[in-house]
Structures are given as C-alpha cells and as structure tokens.
C-alpha cells in the first residue's frame, strides 16, 4: 500500500515538474489532489524520504509538519 502510494506521489511530482508548473506543495495539498485527503501523513513522510534521496529528484523547502513544508519535483 504505502508502495503503490509512493508511486503516485513520485508520479505526482514528476507531472508538476514536467508540466513546468514547478510549484512546490505541501503533503496536504498533495493528499488532496491525489483524492487521498487522509493519507497527508504518510505522503508526509514518503516525502521526506524522497527528498533525502538526491537520486530521487524531490526537493524539500520551507517550515516543518504536514501542513507548512512544501516539496516539488527537482
């Protein structure tokens, strides 16, 4: 399950990078427009790890918690 979330996070990201939107989100912003509002915590954390992973392309900016940092493609 978190996997195939993963998945659409990463796929997620990758279409707002491509689509030159480059507008980072915030997990919330992200759960909502995944349709999966209550799984903000887990795209939280998912995201975290990506963005520790240079390799993964996600860049991480601004406060801490679910609602105030924000991610986006690389």
Do not use: M, W
Not at 13 to 27: D, F, I
Not at 62 to 72: L, P
């Amino acid at each position: 399950v978190v996997l195939k979330l993963q998945r659409r996070v990463v796929d997620y990201l990758a279409g707002q990078a491509a689509a030159q939107k480059g507008l980072p989100a915030t997990a919330e912003q992200i759960a909502k427009d995944l349709g999966a509002p209550d799984q903000a915590e887990s795209i939280f954390k998912i995201c975290e790890h990506l963005a520790a992973n240079p390799g993964r392309k996600v860049r991480k900016s601004g406060g801490s918690g679910v609602g105030k940092t924000t991610f986006g493609g690389a």
